[in-house]
């Protein structure tokens, strides 16, 4: 599985638009990418995913460029309860259960609001 | 009610002696997984099954044991627990039949345990 490459944490005031960049190199054809997102003495919470070019929920928005070796996370007019930890994810398409299976959250990006 | 949970939330054992964790689901997903997560390491998988029937290791599976009694219960073991097993355990569940393109996962709230 490809790993994953995101600054260990970052400071933000409310308000403001925070981008989270993610980088993978090794991203294979049918990999996804997906971001999560966990709050102290939580489970990870799915954020949102995408393939290629720009996704938007009412969450986030998830920009990903042509070459899809890095793509960024981006939160608008954050607030202190943004404060978390970020993880980006690649993840193989449907996989099927054929061979050895490792989805890798890594270290994730601790994102610090600031009032 | 929450659809993903496990008990106990929080657990204090000594060195050697044998705990289960428990999951349950109610969101009716074939797939669950056990991680656990260390300050500043992120989640690491331990043990992954795919249905009732199948039972897979993870990246860390070593001092651990797994049973799926059915699709929506899955249990973590350690037979006999040592100190660097303290740690936050989570469970999750997937479902690639709900027609997300990838194992978007859900987890459960977490069981803090600590080995003495």
């Known amino acids: 599985l490809a790993k994953t490459t995101q600054p260990i944490s970052m400071d933000s005031y409310e308000g403001q638009e925070v981008n989270i960049t993610c980088s993978h190199n090794?991203?294979?054809?049918?990999?996804?990418i997906t971001w999560y997102q966990q709050f102290p003495s939580q489970g990870p919470r799915f954020i949102i995913q995408?393939?290629?070019t720009k996704v938007t929920n009412e969450v986030a928005s998830l920009f990903i460029p042509a070459d899809r070796k890095s793509s960024t996370l981006s939160l608008p007019r954050v607030s202190l309860s943004d404060t978390a930890v970020y993880y980006c994810?690649?993840?193989?398409?449907?996989?099927?259960?054929?061979?050895?299976?490792?989805?890798?959250f890594g270290k994730g990006t601790k994102l610090s609001v600031i009032p | 009610d929450a659809d993903v949970t496990q008990t106990p939330r929080n657990r204090i054992t000594k060195t050697g002696k044998r705990i289960m964790l428990e999951c349950s689901q109610t969101?009716?997903?074939?797939?669950m997984y056990w991680y656990r997560q260390d300050p500043g390491l992120g989640l690491r998988l331990i043990y992954y099954?795919?249905?009732?029937?199948?039972?897979n290791k993870g990246e860390i599976s070593d001092g651990y044991s797994v049973s799926r009694q059915a699709q929506a219960k899955f249990s973590l073991s350690l037979e006999s627990a040592i100190p660097n097993q303290t740690a936050l355990y989570f469970c999750?569940?997937?479902?690639?039949?709900?027609?997300?393109?990838?194992?978007?996962?859900?987890f459960g709230p977490g069981t803090r345990l600590t080995v003495l």
């Open positions: 999750a569940t997937s479902d690639l039949a709900s027609g997300i393109s990838t194992d978007t996962q859900y």
């Open positions: 090794n991203i294979a054809t049918n990999d996804y």
């Open positions: 995408g393939y290629k």
């Open positions: 994810l690649v993840d193989m398409v449907a996989y099927s259960g054929a061979g050895s299976y490792q989805l890798t």
């Open positions: 969101k009716g997903h074939d797939r």
């Open positions: 099954s795919f249905d009732v029937k199948d039972i």
